[in-house]
């Protein structure tokens, strides 16, 4: 059983910084890509940043410049940096791994149970 666990979410205010964390466990085979998605309440979820076992990463036009995305693959965990963090910015924010389980079972797609970012002065 794969489980994508969070943390790092909370309350700050305009212009402040969070980290959040996203650790897989489980019995698997390698991590594909691992993303951050949001959602505030009202809106569709949506992309903030991704990044691919290479390395390469993506992010929404909104966040560029202000979040950054990385991982360590020995730690099998994505962090996610955001920085001068704005009112619009608060939502929930999931964690995303495409994972490879094995030969027989192929590629899944999971997701953390998400955590709260609230910026509000």
């Known amino acids: 059983q794969v489980q994508l666990v969070e943390s790092g979410g909370g309350l700050v205010q305009p212009g402040g910084s969070l980290r959040l964390s996203c650790a897989a466990s489980g019995r698997f085979f390698r991590i594909d890509v691992m993303a951050w998605f949001r959602q505030a309440p009202g809106k569709q979820r949506e992309l903030v940043a991704a990044?691919?076992?290479?390395?390469?990463?993506n992010y929404a036009d909104s966040v560029k410049g202000r979040f950054t995305i990385s991982r360590d693959s020995a730690k099998n965990t994505v962090y996610l940096q955001m920085n001068s963090l704005k009112p619009e910015d608060t939502a929930d924010y999931y964690c995303?791994?495409?994972?490879?389980?094995?030969?027989?079972?192929?590629?899944?797609?999971?997701w953390g149970q998400g955590t709260q970012v609230t910026v509000s002065p």
């Open positions: 990044i691919t076992s290479g390395g390469r990463t």
């Open positions: 995303n791994a495409g994972i490879f389980i094995d030969y027989d079972t192929g590629d899944a797609d999971y």
